[in-house]
């Protein structure tokens, strides 16, 4: 192990004009047992020059106030001014506690009276040690407080550059918001846009079918009958029996016949007068009824709990379509023995569920490849539920029949648009 090295010698400068004291002065350190480094000068002014003379300065000065020319204190106060000095020790007379006092007020770091009654020189080394040690400590606390000034100022200076780019990327964030937000208010506004003209689109084509529907009914389906009435008419005043190998007239009229029920069952499924004339609460009655007379096999029950007058005109026509083709779909592809269809209706929605215990179906494979649907099918309802702001339900899986509910809101606005397929 390295031997751990000797402490550096106490560095003091003495200011001192006495010879006498001077030498009081080394012995009193040499009879200390402590290692000293002596330095003397005689006046305050040689100060600064022994202080420059010096390797290293001095780790504490001592200075006498009654000095030739500049006193002590004077001294000190002048050269504090000028010069960053080590502690300094005040020397003064017997019963100068005045001045003493004056010395600490100017900074100095501790005075000793010369007073042999007092044993000053034996208390003088550990005045210096001491002097020495409180400097140290108050440079520590300095060097302490710089760094940790240091330190502050460098996390000021951090805090501000984050605060900084925070700011900016606040300020990003708050530019892209906006610009998502513009986006999204004109999606919005396309989405309605896109809505309102697929309602026109669906009105027009309404009107189209009403319109043919009546062309049907009112032209070709009293054309067919009148023609009907005539021949009946002259069959009746025909006495011969027809020829061989030719067509009878009662065929023929039975052909009419069966020709203009199929005009009717036309027009009606493009656009049933009743609908326009009696309501949707009638114009369920009769499809379910007549959809009953054409699937006798089938079952259909109806369950209605709502009022008519509690419906709107632009939810009708679609609530009617997705009834249409649901019920139409539960007689030609279930193979249902039992139909259930409910309407019910309150301030806030109204609901259709039309349900058959049917064979039922996985809905993704309907979705993938169409499923033979016919008509609209599940798209085609959806897109109406769409259109109105509504939503349309389809739980289905196979040998446990089908539900579809449809959802519309008796305030279009009450929903957003709707959801394609929920399961």
Avoid at 34 to 47: A, K, N, S, Y
Avoid at 89 to 118: F, H, R
Avoid at 143 to 149: D, E, G, M, N, S
Avoid at 396 to 403: D, H, N
Wanted: net charge negative.
């Amino acid at each position: 192990m390295n031997p751990t090295p000797p402490p550096s010698p106490l560095r003091v400068l003495l200011v001192e004009d006495s010879e006498h004291d001077q030498l009081a002065f080394r012995r009193a350190l040499d009879r200390s047992n402590q290692d000293f480094d002596l330095t003397f000068c005689r006046r305050g002014e040689d100060m600064p020059r022994a202080m420059q003379a010096g390797s290293a300065s001095f780790d504490v000065v001592v200075m006498d106030h009654n000095l030739p020319g500049m006193n002590g204190l004077d001294t000190f106060r002048a050269l504090k001014e000028k010069t960053d000095l080590p502690p300094v020790i005040m020397l003064t007379g017997a019963g100068s506690e005045i001045l003493a006092v004056q010395a600490l007020q100017a900074g100095m770091d501790d005075y000793i009276i010369k007073d042999p009654n007092q044993g000053y020189l034996q208390l003088l080394p550990l005045k210096l040690y001491d002097a020495k040690n409180r400097y140290d400590i108050r440079q520590a606390h300095r060097q302490a407080q710089i760094q940790l000034k240091q330190a502050y100022d460098k996390l000021e200076q951090m805090v501000a550059r984050r605060t900084k780019d925070l700011a900016h990327t606040v300020e990003s964030l708050q530019a892209e918001i906006y610009q998502r937000k513009a986006v999204e208010k004109a999606l919005r506004e396309s989405q309605k846009v896109l809505r309102e003209l697929s309602l026109k689109i669906q009105d027009t084509q309404e009107n189209e079918r009403r319109q043919i529907a009546k062309e049907l009914h009112d032209s070709i389906g009293a054309s067919l009958a009148a023609i009907k009435y005539a021949v009946e008419g002259r069959l009746m005043h025909m006495r011969d029996a027809p020829p061989e190998n030719t067509v009878s007239l009662e065929k023929v009229v039975a052909n009419l016949s069966e020709t203009i029920k199929e005009v009717r069952r036309i027009s009606a499924r493009l656009r049933p007068s009743i609908l326009d004339d009696l309501g949707l609460l009638a114009a369920i009655d009769w499809h379910c009824r007549n959809s009953g007379e054409m699937y006798t096999d089938i079952a259909i029950a109806t369950h209605i709990e709502a009022e008519e007058a509690g419906i709107p005109e632009a939810a009708k026509i679609i609530i009617y379509r997705v009834l249409q083709e649901a019920v139409n779909n539960a007689l030609r592809h279930s193979g249902a023995e039992n139909v259930e269809v409910h309407l019910a209706a309150n301030s806030a929605e109204i609901r259709l569920c039309v349900q058959d215990d049917g064979c039922g179906f996985r809905l993704q494979d309907r979705v993938s490849d169409g499923g033979g649907l016919s008509g609209y099918g599940l798209v085609g309802m959806h897109d109406r539920a769409a259109m109105a702001g509504g939503r349309l339900r389809v739980d289905s899986a196979p040998g446990e029949g089908t539900t579809i509910c449809l959802v519309l809101p008796c305030d279009r606005q009450d929903l957003p648009g709707g959801v394609l397929y929920e399961i």
